[in-house]
């Protein structure tokens, strides 16, 4: 008896583990072949490039002049220089600094498409499983039906029972064959859902247990790890940072911005030639830059705040809804293995001990109780999978 528990835990552990495998395998093949994933690592890549457009120097100018004199004894004039600006906001760096910010922030924006996709490719996958799982439990069901009625077959044709008593495991079969039918359909539409997340290649989900999971004791100890992984957080933090770059860039851009360069002039018998130096002093066109930088800073954290707050609070809820599904789950586990009396049941159908009907209305409860027992499961995966979504 000991060695038979030990390995039926360890069967119980490898599908588990197998479980874990193809759900890592799906998520594995859908990051790589997903269109829209795709697009959105070029859209990322493309949005990194024109952060970095616009931040270096301004273009050195070139002007050229040539001009004749009247009279025609006055000789011709030449004109050659070469200039060069330099604003502050380029040379201390500040515009590279908010690119690199913005880039970051791309980068995170990308991440959250990519959560987004695998958590519905895993929902997609916990339901294969459960739909494998509810099968599997139809198969037997089928057997145990086609068996029944193929013995109220044979008691008919010896007259042991009447045409009503026939009818009856008559439908009862066809009431099996019918749901699995229907899971059948069920289980080919979230296969096609995860070829269209695969890119139009097919993919499987074979497992027939679910993973185990163990929910984190306490929520404020887990929340905090949650909070620092979270994209869409980092995503709303990231934009503070980026506008407080911003304030540093308007202010360096309220400093004078310096020109320098070549001058050559060319007359009848005469050149002059020598360095220029210029300032433009930013009165007017950068005027309320800087105030509207430090507003977008306040917005932008007041817009962390918020995020904050309703993160916590909706994974509060998730926690507790995941909470409670975990225990309904469990308690159908036990209630299944306290009160499987389907073997006898049958027994007692096939010594004439009970009807049926009675035999079906009994069987009714027991599979019911099953089916709800493997729903909760599954409802329990899908709100622990969206509640360790920042982990994928």
Known sequence: MKQLIISVFTLL?????????????????????????????ETMEAQKLANRTGIYLSNPEVE????????????????????????????TGRKSSVANEQNVLAEWEYKMERMNILLEAKRYCIDLIYYNALLQELDLRLK???????????????GDVSLLEYNKARLNLSSAQGEISRVEVERSSLLEQLKRLNGGEAISVESVEFEPLLLPPRF????????????????????????????????A??????????????VVGETYQGFTVGVSIPLWEN????????????????????????????????????AGLKTTAENYRQSLEMANSSELLKKALDAGEMSLLEYVL???????????????????????????????
Not at 253 to 266: C, D, I, Q, R, V
Request: charged letters at 25%; hydrophobic letters at 40%; proline letters at 2%.
């Open 220 to 251: 404020d100890d887990w929340y905090l790890s949650a909070e620092e992984q979270s994209p869409a957080l980092a995503y709303i933090r990231q934009q503070v940072a980026i506008e407080k770059q911003q304030v540093a860039l308007s202010k």
């Open 64 to 91: 050229f002049g040539y001009l004749w004199g009247d009279p025609a004894t006055i000789g011709k004039r030449t004109d050659f220089s070469v200039t060069q600006s330099f604003d502050l906001a380029t040379l």
């Open 253 to 266: 851009m309220n400093l004078p911005t310096l020109t320098a360069g070549y001058l050559s002039e060319k």
């Open 362 to 392: 009994e069987m009714g409860l027991y599979y019911d109780t099953v089916n709800r027992a493997l729903e909760a499961e599954r409802d329990y995966q899908l709100a622990y999978a969206e509640l360790s979504a920042v982990e994928l």
């Open 13 to 41: 552990v490898s599908l588990s583990l197998h479980a874990q495998q193809d759900i890592n395998a799906v998520l594995a093949s859908i990051e790589e072949n997903n269109t829209t994933l795709q697009a959105s690592r």
């Open 144 to 158: 145990h039906a086609e068996t029944i009625a193929a013995g109220y077959e044979e008691r008919l044709k010896r």
């Open 287 to 322: 005027k309320n830059q800087v105030k509207q930088a430090r507003a977008a800073v306040k917005a932008a954290e007041s817009r962390v705040e918020d995020g904050k707050q309703q993160f916590y609070s909706g994974l509060q809820l998730l926690y507790n809804r995941t």
